[in-house]
């Protein structure tokens, strides 16, 4: 599982609030390549598990990772991708597996934002804050097996003694 825009925050990947730019150089990547120009933008409404952790609903409208389900389709986007690794640097992401994704070119008014929040699922709330206990799994950069393989190793042992009964 990966808990993905939860972290940006805590890892100072968004701008300090009240700004809404994403800061990481992979996701930036991505919107660029999908259109966008400068930053990525992220969602700053919607409350606690949409706000500062998905992608702006107004700007994205129905890629996967805004903080609202709507349309029909939900790409994941090379901009989602790209996202993760600058979560970690250590994770292998393979581009070519994101879903085709143009950046939609007209914004929303005030009230059509309201009908696009309206018409949409909101995905608030949806962010455990609790305790995480847990091995992500991932791939090892190539020439990186043992290391990868003595860190899983070491978390797998210190995980298992904090194992919750």
């Known amino acids: 599982m990966i808990i993905q825009g939860s972290y940006w ?12 730019a994403y800061l990481g150089t992979q996701g930036n990547i991505g919107h660029v390549n999908a259109g966008g120009a400068g930053s990525a933008v992220v969602e700053d409404s919607g409350g606690e598990g949409t706000e500062r952790a998905h992608w702006e609903e107004t700007v994205y409208k129905n890629e996967l990772m805004t903080g609202y389900l709507s349309g029909s389709l939900q790409p994941l986007s090379e901009m ?3 996202s993760l690794v600058d979560l970690n640097n250590d994770y292998v992401v393979d581009i070519t597996k ?34 995480v206990f847990g091995i992500e799994t991932a791939l090892p950069k190539p020439g990186k097996e043992a290391e990868f393989a003595a860190v899983t190793a070491s978390n797998a042992a210190r995980l298992k003694s904090r194992r919750l009964t």
């Open 9 to 20: 925050d805590y890892l100072g990947l968004i701008a300090p609030a009240p700004g809404t």
């Open 80 to 82: 989602t991708i790209r």
């Open 98 to 131: 994101a879903d085709p994704y143009v950046i939609p070119t007209s914004s929303p008014t005030v009230a059509g934002r309201r009908q696009l929040e309206n018409d949409a699922i909101n995905m608030g709330k949806d962010v455990y804050t609790g305790p």
